[in-house]
């Protein structure tokens, strides 16, 4: 069983369903789970020694939804170093934008500069071809629950 953080980053609300089936999906796989909409350092670094994971759109051009661009800034401006960290990221866009899913890809670089750990890959949904985000993640979160126990 792991302690497990989901931070979201939305602006219309696919990355919170996402993240809701996340939090359902690793509940039944015997986690404990909590997702934070607007999640602050303070909640991120109750975390340090447990598990994240970051579900976040992109807007913009390549940019995080407000509701997660203030919790990236305060990570890269205040930790600099989180290496007893484990995470994943789901990361949702649409293709046919030029920086494709570029929120969850910078968060991604983000925690690998600062030396976390990644779990399994990034799960990239690309709105322009699925219409039920949260039922195209449910494979990869359930593998990804398992990851967490190995
Ligand atoms: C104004 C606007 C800008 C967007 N910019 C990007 C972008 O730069 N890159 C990308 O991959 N997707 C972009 N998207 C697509 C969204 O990330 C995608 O539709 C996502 O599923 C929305 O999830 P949300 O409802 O959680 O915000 C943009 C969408 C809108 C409406």
């Known amino acids: 069983m792991a302690k497990i953080g989901i931070f979201v980053g939305t602006v219309y609300g696919n990355a919170q369903m996402v993240a809701e ?11 404990d789970a909590t997702v934070f909409d607007e999640g602050t ?3 991120w670094q109750a975390y340090e020694r447990d598990v994240v994971l970051v579900v976040t759109s992109t807007t913009g ?6 509701s997660i661009e203030p919790l990236f800034y305060d990570i890269k ?4 170093h989180q290496p007893s960290l484990r995470y ?3 990361a949702l866009g649409d293709s046919n934008y030029e920086n494709f899913s570029g929120a969850g890809k910078k968060f991604d670089a ?3 500069d600062q030396e976390a750990k990644r779990v399994g890959e990034v799960l990239i949904i690309d709105s322009s071809e699925i219409s039920e985000p949260e039922e195209f ?3 990869w979160i ?3 629950a398992a990851l967490i126990n190995g």
């Open 137 to 139: 993640a449910e494979p």
């Open 88 to 90: 994943g990221v789901i």
């Open 41 to 43: 350092l303070e909640e």
């Open 110 to 112: 983000l925690l690998q």
């Open 21 to 31: 089936k996340a939090q359902a999906l690793l509940q039944e796989a015997g986690h």
């Open 61 to 66: 051009q390549g940019d995080l939804p407000d």
């Open 77 to 80: 401006d205040s930790l600099g």
């Open 142 to 144: 359930r593998s990804w």
